[in-house]
């Protein structure tokens, strides 16, 4: 009896264990729809549902934004405005490697980028991340609109170094379904192993498009990256805390 309960059970674990093995043979979907705690991986990144407020509609310091109706598309260069990417360039901009910050998640150093996805209408405020490619380069305005729907081909858009991919070009395989609502409000993080990014490089760029499961509609989508804060806000910060001490110290001395 008590071997018959061990095998039962060893069958139970076996079988959740293969639930969470990586699935090659058909798409892998992140659905984050469910609420706050949702998460899923694809080829190394994690995803991970959020309703982060940073401070209300205007204070997410994008480095893309992207909008169209139907299908949409976009990457971040300081080359100019390629596809569906928004003007002007003080939301759409090369960001340096070396400023972002990095998170160690059971073992793994990651860094960390941030959507927030507008939609409503047909979309019922849920928005598909379909393709998702992300670059390093030495040059902050590559361009090119040259991309292949040649699902063998990844290297099409040919922005330096290829760090991540997510799926094929034509938007086939994996990809992450997401409630989006509120601007100003992240929907969805991203954590990807910082062993991918060429460290060599100065530059990372990050092309996403959506519409391919869901229509595209309402407003712009926008990108954050996690940061290492400035040296002037550190020395502010510090400037800030000297003060304190200061004013305390003069506290003490007068009582
Ligand atoms: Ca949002
Ligand atoms: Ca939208």
Known sequence: MKAKIITALSTVIVAAELALLPDTAKAQVVDLTGGPNE???????????????????GFIDSFLRVQNKGFEQGYNTDGGFPFDDKHPHNFQHSIPLAGLAQFNLNGIEYYKFMLDSNQNGPSAHQFSLDRLQLYTSHDPAQTTTNFSTDSNDLRTLTLGHLVYTMNNNDGTGGYVVMTATGSGKFDASMYVPVSDFNQSDKYVYLYMA?????????????????????????TLMLGGFGLFLGFQRVRRWRS
Request: charged share 15%; glycine share 14%.
């Open 210 to 234: 959506g519409g391919d499961h869901i229509r595209a509609t309402s407003g712009f989508e926008e990108w954050a990256a996690a940061i290492v804060p400035e040296p002037s806000t550190w």
């Open 39 to 57: 998460s899923g991986s694809i080829n190394g990144a994690l995803f991970f549902a959020s309703d982060q407020q940073p401070a209300g509609t």
